[in-house]
């Protein structure tokens, strides 16, 4: 079974900087997209950012310059680095892949943004 495993978030200073990091198992995930959602209290969860196999990657516009996505296909793992964090940043970060026509999410891990 696939399955994705995300170690905890944690508290940040705004403007401050963290890495989120996925390891995924269960298949060979050389071909799958992966990336990251986000979901904010209250809010349904927010695309941000995938990655391709190449390493190519798309983001959404509330993160573009801001968060980096990548991938580390020998350790089957996805990151986020989140860089000038800001208060509207807070939510339950998810990773997630889509692998072999259906998407997998991992258990997610709360980041929240506070002074």
């Known amino acids: 079974q696939v399955q994705l495993v995300e170690p905890g978030g944690g508290l940040v200073q705004p403007g401050g900087s963290l890495r989120l990091s996925c390891a995924a198992a269960g298949t060979n995930f050389r071909t799958a997209t992966m990336g990251w959602y986000r979901q904010a209290l209250g809010k349904q969860r927010e695309w941000i950012a995938q990655v391709f196999f190449d390493g190519s990657t798309n983001y959404a516009a509330s993160v573009e310059g801001r968060f980096t996505v990548s991938r580390d296909n020998a350790k089957n793992t996805v990151s986020l680095q989140m860089n000038s964090l800001k208060s509207d940043d807070t939510a339950v970060y998810y990773c997630?892949?889509?692998?072999?026509?259906?998407?997998?999410w991992g258990q997610g891990t709360q980041v929240t943004v506070s002074s």
């Open positions: 997630w892949t889509l692998v072999s026509g259906s998407t997998y």
